[in-house]
């Protein structure tokens, strides 16, 4: 026989007796491996499956449909194949501590049942060790995950799931409780995650990737159906540094959150009472966010009969230190944050039944807030609007091109509900209003505006309102027959000071306004009131000067069928008041003043024109002034420019009317 067929022969000699050997040193390892799961198998799990392998030449392990029920849990896993990589044979039959380098579960699918847990106390095994088991790396490919209440209900579910773990430990007899299973998480992807927060409360992901640097949710649902709340958005991600251990610390941090694309709905409708909640037990756990980035999210508030309140179409915001308490004492709040900015595009709100404010662009930083074309519009037109009420009230017009707060701050918690600011300006606005006095008038009290800032529920600390080139015009309807009386001023400019209503050392709120009434008449208004003087004492003065009488026909037409005809040079009245009385001063200087009384078509009155001229001091100077005395009283279901009106009515009568007759209340 040649040397290189001995050769040939003598390996494949060994290469038999190797493979004979590693066969029987499997098998004979196999049956060692069988003993110890035995033996070491803690007396709360089950395990059964079809086929155990093992290769001491690899380190390798391997379990065929595997089933595993832990009974004091109610946890069931099936597992098609489970394989474990780098484990010493030796280390597994002679140490309590097993360090295996990876692991590796296929089409698995796992069971959390609550309601079917073995309460039965199992006899412990007194000669069993505790055996640590560590693993580097652990991947799992879930088909399903299936966790159930007490109740047998459904609780969470996630589909098609891929699970990696890192740095892995699970003891069979730990010395404390909750230290049998550690690990960090290195990843997790799932094609769709149901989770039943409570009886009310549900999340659903569509895709959910997590590993140690973030968490990225899509296509997601939030639905909190007790407090009315909707929460529907493409993303949602959060990063930050070392997020394997988040699962099982009480403390979590994000150094950055970005949601977009979201659409947030409130519906108050469906809010229930704390009493008829279902309070959830859970441990308080921290989340701390560094940085919350909103972006291209809309939000939708209905009130509490499920109609429109507020809705923002497009909103951009951004947050800094955020806390969250996930389960909080009465003692503590749920949420913190600092605000750092808000861009909001088409605000819509409705402020009543009857009125609505848009708002095209809001933009608020730290300091300063930003509101451009602020619109308050009626819901209805003039006609349809009088169908939706049944007494005199206001249609309203405004339009702010631009409103500006500066150095403002807010509340509205229940405990501390405020609105402070520094300044508030108003940049040329144009307000409008119309009242039907053909509808039946307003029988209920109206309280003036020092009582109405004084019984307000919320603090207003404004130190100053600026009013920059406004218009102001007011119609009112008293003839079917006839289109609307019409005054106006234009060119107005002013400032509202010191408007507080929980301070009484900043009592009196003082009113300055300068404008051109009837487009060409200078008028300067005073206007100061006590806030917290039950009495509601208050005092308005000011000046009228260069008036052309024709120039108010388009009031006194339609309202009073009469006409004016004159100059008056100056008009300057003082009242001041309270809720029950006002008195004070009124003079005016004017020329040739004359009256023309009117039928129903508009034409003049020839004997009753001549009457009233008769009536009236045609002229009027310094040479001729009077101590004029002007005293009414209020009618409480009237407004406080009711109540002004009837003293300037009276001051007007005093001046012009040569013979005084019975005051009139209307």
């Known amino acids: 026989m040649s040397k290189k067929k001995i050769i040939l022969l003598i390996v494949g ?45 690899f380190g390798n392990f391997s379990l065929k449909d595997a089933k595993i029920k832990l009974k004091d849990k109610g946890i069931e896993i ?36 609550k309601s079917n847990i073995d309460s039965t106390k199992i006899p412990e095994k007194k000669d069993r060790k505790n ?45 404390k409780t909750g230290d049998d299973f550690e690990f960090a998480l290195r990843s997790i992807q799932s094609d769709s995650l149901l989770i039943a927060l409570s009886e009310t409360e ?44 988040v ?105 009543s039944d009857l009125h609505k404010i848009q708002i095209k662009d809001i933009q608020v930083e730290d300091k300063i807030a930003t509101f451009n074309k602020l619109s308050i519009t009626p819901n209805y037109s003039r006609t349809e609007f009088q169908k939706h009420i049944k007494e005199e009230k206001d249609v309203i017009n405004l339009d702010v091109p631009k409103v500006v707060v500066s150095d403002y701050d807010y509340s509205f918690d229940k405990e501390d509900n405020f609105i402070k600011a520094n300044q508030i300006t108003l940049n040329s606005p144009d307000l409008s209003i119309y009242r039907n006095k053909l509808m039946p008038d307003q029988t209920g009290r109206k309280p003036l505006y020092s009582e109405m800032l004084r019984k307000l529920k919320m603090e207003l600390a404004i130190d100053d309102i600026q009013i920059k080139n406004a218009k102001l015009s007011y119609e009112e309807h008293v003839d079917r027959n006839q289109a609307p009386g019409k005054i106006h001023f234009t060119q107005l ?94 003079d005016m200087n004017y020329d040739d003043l004359k009256v023309d009384v009117l039928n129903r078509k508009n034409e003049k009155k020839g004997f009753w024109s001549a009457i009233a001229n008769f009536l009236v001091k045609n002229d009027k100077d310094d040479s001729s002034k009077v101590n004029n005395i002007v005293s009414v009283e209020r009618d409480q279901t009237k407004s406080f420019f009711n109540y002004f009106w009837l003293s300037l009515k009276d001051g007007i009568k005093q001046n012009v009317m040569k013979f005084q007759g019975k005051k009139d209340k209307s």
């Open 13 to 57: 000699v060994l290469l038999a007796i190797g493979v004979v050997s590693v066969f029987f040193n499997n098998y004979l390892n196999t049956n060692k491996v069988k003993d110890f799961i035995q033996a070491q198998l803690p007396e709360n799990i089950d395990l059964e499956y079809r086929k155990l392998n093992t290769n001491i030449l």
């Open 78 to 113: 099936e597992v098609e194949e489970l394989e474990l990589k780098g484990l010493n044979y030796r280390q597994l039959l002679t140490s309590d501590t097993i360090q295996i380098s990876g692991s590796s579960i296929k089409n698995a699918f796992f069971l959390i049942d």
């Open 131 to 175: 055996l640590v088991l560590k693993l580097d790396k652990f991947e799992v490919g879930f088909s399903g995950i299936t966790v159930k209440d007490k109740n047998g209900d459904i609780r969470a579910q996630l589909n098609a799931t891929q699970l990696g773990l890192r740095d892995l430990m699970v003891q069979s007899r730990p010395e």
């Open 202 to 245: 549900d999340l659903h992901i569509g895709r959910i990737e997590i590993d140690d640097s973030k968490f990225k949710l899509s296509n997601s649902q939030l639905a909190l159906k007790d407090r009315g709340i909707q929460v529907d958005f493409d993303k949602l991600e959060l990063n930050g540094k070392h997020l394997g251990h």
């Open 247 to 351: 699962f099982s610390s009480d403390t979590i941090n994000f150094e950055e959150c970005l949601l977009s694309n979201a659409s947030i709905k409130i519906n108050n409708s469906k809010r229930q009472t704390k009493k008829t909640r279902k309070k959830v037990q859970a441990a308080n756990k921290v989340i701390n966010v560094a940085k919350f980035n909103i972006s291209e999210t809309a939000f939708d508030f209905l009130d509490g009969r499920g109609k429109p309140k507020i809705k923002f179409d497009k909103t951009n915001a951004f947050f800094e230190d955020i806390r969250i308490l996930t389960a909080p004492d009465d003692n503590q709040n749920h949420l913190t944050y600092k605000f750092i900015h808000l861009d909001a595009k088409d605000l819509n709100a409705a402020i």
């Open 493 to 586: 400019h002013g400032n509202i000071r010191n408007l507080y209503n929980k301070i009484p050392s900043k009592d009196l709120v003082s009113i300055n306004l300068d404008a051109q009434f009837m487009g060409h008449s200078p008028t300067h208004i005073e206007w100061t009131f006590n806030v917290h003087q039950p009495a509601d004492h208050f005092r308005i003065k000011g000046s009228v000067k260069n008036l052309d009488a024709k120039s108010l026909d388009g009031f006194l037409i339609p309202n009073m069928k009469a006409k004016l005809d004159g100059k008056v040079q100056l008009t300057t009245f003082d009242f001041k008041g309270n809720d029950i009385k006002s008195t004070g001063q009124m």
